[in-house]
């Protein structure tokens, strides 16, 4: 069966989307299972793109009409999910700078002003 | 008497700090200004005024900096501390009142109230009125506390307020956060009324519909996901 345009761009893009996941990996950026998790994901991706079948036998498995549908409503749910995550995480950094621009701003409290620390910012 | 403290939050109030921290300094043992990442020379005009200055390197906002102004308050030895703005909106004598209310002992947390009737009350335009009253329902649906000025800067906290308050948030949210903690510290709260004073300097550093709208986005966010 010949491939069409999608399929190609998709396998590429997921092929090219594992490659950043090892190199992320291998530079110490990725824990073990967040690797596993992004393997799994970006082959689940592949495997889709190349057998779009199997989409429909898993869509009828959890009573969604079609194969497309499911992979919509699976890549919907991800994306909502990423989001919240990276909402939380910003949160927490937001928090930590805050923590340490704090800390610093109170020593500086301690210590007396610093000659260069009354001259505006920027 | 115990020892009290001002703390207010300032970013680039360079043209009003000096004069609210003078008139700060009569109503306090010690005033405590945040400059939070100022472009221009607020640190400069509230140290020549008698302030203590406490410096964040960046700006990060209407919490963080009366964080840092409350753990600087604590590191002095306060045993009541006052925060107010900036930019004039509030009256050193309101702050007085504050303390002595809070002396009294039987109170942990004091809100001046611009909603309610008391000497000298003056009027808030009508939108900010009725931004107020949004921000009311907001809290008390969220937190489950009715005050009647959830959003007032002019706030007195005990000795025990200061040594537990943990305030999380960074931005004008903070405001509802003070009413959080009021309900799970089960502190003591009371209410006294202050003039709404607006300048149009006030008016113009105050909040917008779009700063109004997006802190209340994040209130809610919070309240669920936080």
């Known amino acids: 069966m010949p491939f069409s345009a999608i399929q190609l ?34 082959c689940g991706v592949i495997f889709a793109a190349l057998e779009p ?70 | 008497m115990g020892k009290n403290v001002i703390v207010i939050p300032a970013y680039n109030e360079e043209t009003t700090v000096a004069q609210v921290v003078r008139d700060a300094c009569r109503a306090a043992d010690r005033v405590v200004v945040v400059d939070d990442g100022s472009r221009d020379h607020t640190s400069v005009r509230a140290r020549e005024a008698g302030a203590l200055v406490v410096r964040h390197a960046v700006n990060r906002g209407l919490g ?24 004039g909106q509030h009256r050193a004598a309101d702050a007085a009142r504050i303390f002595e209310r809070l002396a009294k002992g039987d109170i942990d947390f004091v809100i001046g109230s611009r909603m309610i009737r008391g000497d000298g009350g003056g009027k808030m335009p009508a939108h900010r009125v009725l931004f107020n009253a949004i921000g009311n329902v907001l809290t008390y649906l969220l937190f489950g506390v009715w005050v009647s000025d959830s959003q007032s800067g002019l706030r007195g906290l005990s000795r025990k307020a200061v040594e537990t308050i943990d305030l999380r948030t960074n931005g004008m949210e903070v405001s509802s956060e003070f009413i959080k903690e009021i309900k799970e510290r089960s502190w003591r709260l009371a209410e006294i009324p202050i ?32």
């Open chain 1, 53 to 122: 079948s199997a989409t429909s036998t898993f869509a009828r498995m959890l009573g969604v009409g079609r194969g497309a549908d499911v992979v919509i409503y699976l890549a919907l749910v991800t994306l909502f999910y990423l989001l919240f995550r990276t909402f939380g995480k910003v949160e927490d950094l937001e928090r930590q700078i805050t923590r340490v621009v704090r800390a610093a701003a109170l020593k500086e409290m301690d210590e007396g002003p610093s000659p260069t620390s009354d001259r505006p910012k920027g």
């Open chain 2, 195 to 226: 003039p709404a004073i607006y300048t149009e300097y006030s008016l113009s550093k105050g909040q917008s519909l779009f700063v109004g709208v997006k802190t209340a986005a994040k209130l809610i966010i919070r309240r669920f996901i936080g």
């Open chain 1, 9 to 42: 761009v998709l396998v590429c893009f997921g092929l090219f989307a594992l490659s950043r996941v090892f190199l992320r990996f291998r530079r110490g950026g990725l824990p073990l299972v967040h690797l596993a998790l992004w393997v799994l994901f970006w």
């Open chain 2, 64 to 87: 963080g900096a009366l964080g840092t102004g409350i753990a600087a308050a604590l590191k002095l030895g306060a045993d009541a501390v006052v925060t107010m703005d900036a930019d």
